[in-house]
Nanobody
């Protein structure tokens, strides 16, 4: 069974930093894009950042220059380094991974259960 598990959330003061991690199961054939999304209370889930297996990245305008996404393909892991955090970054952060379990299978997007990030003084 494929699992995608986030970690690293917590409470941080405005201007602080956090690093989120997301690890996908090891028994899979390949992972294409991995991404972070977030959902704040009372708001729709929104895109944060994405990284493809070759390393190409894109970001939401609201986090450009403050957040950095990276990945370790050998560990099936994606990271989100978040700097200069603001109260409006408070949300549950979700990781997604586009996974092909075997060479013959289709690619599907798997979601983690999320990790809470709270930015408050």
């Amino acid at each position: 069974q494929v699992q995608v598990v986030e970690s690293g959330g917590g409470l941080v003061q405005p201007g602080g930093s956090l690093r989120l991690s997301c690890a996908a199961s090891e028994n899979i054939f390949s992972i294409n894009a991995m991404a972070w999304w977030r959902e704040a209370p009372g708001k729709e889930r929104e895109f944060v950042a994405r990284i493809f297996s070759a390393g190409f990245t894109n970001y939401a305008d609201s986090v450009k220059g403050r957040f950095t996404i990276s990945r370790d393909n050998a560990k099936n892991t994606v990271y989100l380094q978040m700097n200069d955090l603001k109260p409006e970054d408070t949300a549950v952060y979700y990781c997604t991974a586009n996974i092909r379990i075997t060479p013959a299978s289709s690619q599907y997007s798997y979601w983690g259960r999320g990790t809470q990030v709270t930015v408050s003084s």
